[in-house]
């Protein structure tokens, strides 16, 4: 019989310590007559308690395997419906992109607008003695003001929607530059956000970018020669070998950028910050730099810097030029830093 209650044995804490088994073998002889029988008793030690946690183990395996499945499987889909997800998405913003593109392909070859700019700068040539008459219509200059309005406004939101879409945002500033949309229509790209985008070796010469986010952007090479900059954000952009001559970066930020062989003659830089920059054979000709920030420049290597020139400018730990008398930390505690 089971017992009902626990023991205590050698074999572990268990159950059915008192069950017994009783077996009898019987032997005959060749007429069927028994000639001998031989009685065994078996006791059964029972049931170990881990023996029956044994016994508990595998339905509990096969749940935390069962768990374990479902987990990787509930991961696996969540990880299908984010790329799913993300490729929608980024259809979605090629299709925007394109449509942009399509629009103001369209708006340029329905309204005739390089056409009609095209008289209006002859028209100007006209008025300096140097050309024929050119008769440009009012409507031809209300239907050119307003579509510039309108590309500007649709060129501003794409931006926006591309905020941290920085290919996107370079197809856009190369699609505008080939389009000759900023260059003959004049566009003004004030407050746009340029940031991170590729502009390496672009043309934005006479550029509008007034209050533009252009931190970060690779202008290796670039051409903002007479570019209107002025409280632009240009920091930490690469600015390698750019073209600045004659452009207007009052009250820009250029701290952290890379100025490595990039031209400023005749540049207007007054108020601008160019801390810690990275200066070398830079060229400052006939630039303006009354009250720029200067706060950890290294201007060691820079070329037309007389201290002259940099009478009026902020110092603070600025590595001036060799022959350079002034005191590179004389205005730390105007900039607020500790010397």
Not at 85 to 96: F, G, I, W
Not at 146 to 163: D, H, K, P, Y
Not at 220 to 237: D, I, V, Y
Not at 251 to 269: E, I, K, P, V, Y
Request: hydrophobic share 40%; glycine share 8%; with cysteine.
């Amino acid at each position: 019989m089971w017992g009902s209650q626990p023991y205590l044995w050698p074999g572990g804490l268990g159950f059915g310590k008192e069950q017994s088994v009783t077996t009898i073998s019987i032997e005959r002889d060749k007429q069927g007559n028994i000639t001998k029988s031989i009685e065994t008793t078996k006791n059964d030690d029972g049931k170990t308690l881990w023996d029956l946690l044994s016994l508990l183990g595998v339905p509990l395996s096969l749940a935390v395997l069962g768990y374990w499945l479902q987990q990787l499987q509930q991961k696996r889909t969540e990880e299908v419906t984010r790329e799913q997800r993300e490729l929608a998405e980024e259809e979605t913003r090629e299709e925007v992109l394109q449509g942009y593109f399509d629009r103001l392909a369209m708006l340029l070859v329905d309204k005739n607008l390089v056409a009609i700019v095209t008289k209006v700068n002859a028209m100007k040539i006209q008025e300096t003695g140097g050309q024929p008459p050119v008769q440009v219509t009012t409507e031809d200059q209300e239907l050119l003001d307003s579509a510039v309005e309108v590309i500007r406004a649709r060129t501003l939101s794409i931006l926006r929607r591309f905020q941290n879409d920085s290919a996107r945002k370079t197809s856009v500033v190369h699609f505008l530059i080939e389009a000759d949309i900023i260059s003959k229509l004049k566009l003004s790209l004030r407050g746009a956000d340029f940031s991170h985008a590729n502009l390496n070796g672009a043309n934005l010469n006479g550029a509008d970018l007034r209050s533009a986010n252009l931190s970060g952007a690779d202008l290796r090479g670039a051409n903002l020669g007479a570019a209107s900059l002025a409280a632009a954000n240009l920091s930490h952009a690469n600015l390698e070998n750019a073209n600045f001559n004659y452009a207007n970066l009052s009250g820009a930020d250029l701290s952290g950028a890379d100025l490595s062989f990039t031209t400023f003659q005749g540049a207007n830089l007054g108020f601008a910050n160019l801390s810690f920059t990275k200066v070398r054979s830079t060229t400052f000709q006939g630039a303006k730099l009354g009250f720029a920030n200067l706060h950890g420049a290294d201007l060691d290597n820079s070329s037309y810097l007389s201290d002259t020139k940099l009478e009026g400018t902020k110092l603070c730990r600025t590595t001036l030029p060799v022959d350079s008398k002034l005191d590179p930390d004389r205005d730390c505690k105007e900039l607020g830093v500790e010397e």
